[in-house]
């Protein structure tokens, strides 16, 4: 297997992972619609979730086309999919159960987060060497 071979692989995983959050993230916005009571939780961790998977989408994209460094971008793409799973996991969690996934998960998954889009920011600014 090819390095290439093997980027395209993880490529394909992220964006089927970014999919399954995206529409978590969409049931978790009806829930908050539609659940009554306060779905200030439910919401944030909507949000998450989608603007991750979008994100994590595009990285993906962008560094498979070559616009930005590739591993960056994919280091980055799952780094966004993790964090905002566990900040997302933790509140929705909290709020079904009233107990905490773990101590600091949602801080934790926040800061991977806000380290991945660092990772992709630095993944623009070192574009992938064309080969020689």
């Known amino acids: 297997m090819t390095l290439s071979n093997s980027c395209s692989r993880a490529a394909r995983a992220l964006v089927v992972i970014a999919g399954l959050a995206g529409a978590a993230g969409v049931a ?6 539609h ?8 919401a944030s961790a909507s949000s998450m979730l989608l ?5 994590a989408m595009a990285a993906t994209a962008l560094g498979a086309q070559g616009m930005i460094h590739r591993t960056l971008a994919l280091i980055a793409a799952a780094g966004l999919l993790a964090g905002a799973a566990l900040f997302a996991g933790a509140l929705v969690k909290t709020e079904m159960t009233g ?4 101590p600091m998960a949602a801080p934790t998954g926040g800061s991977l987060t806000i380290l991945s889009w660092l990772v992709l920011a630095g ?4 574009p992938q060497r064309a080969a020689v």
């Open 28 to 33: 978790l916005a009806a829930m908050a619609a």
């Open 35 to 42: 659940g009554g009571g306060d779905a200030t939780r439910l």
């Open 51 to 55: 603007f991750h998977a979008a994100a």
């Open 99 to 102: 107990v905490s996934l773990f």
């Open 123 to 126: 993944a623009a600014l070192w």
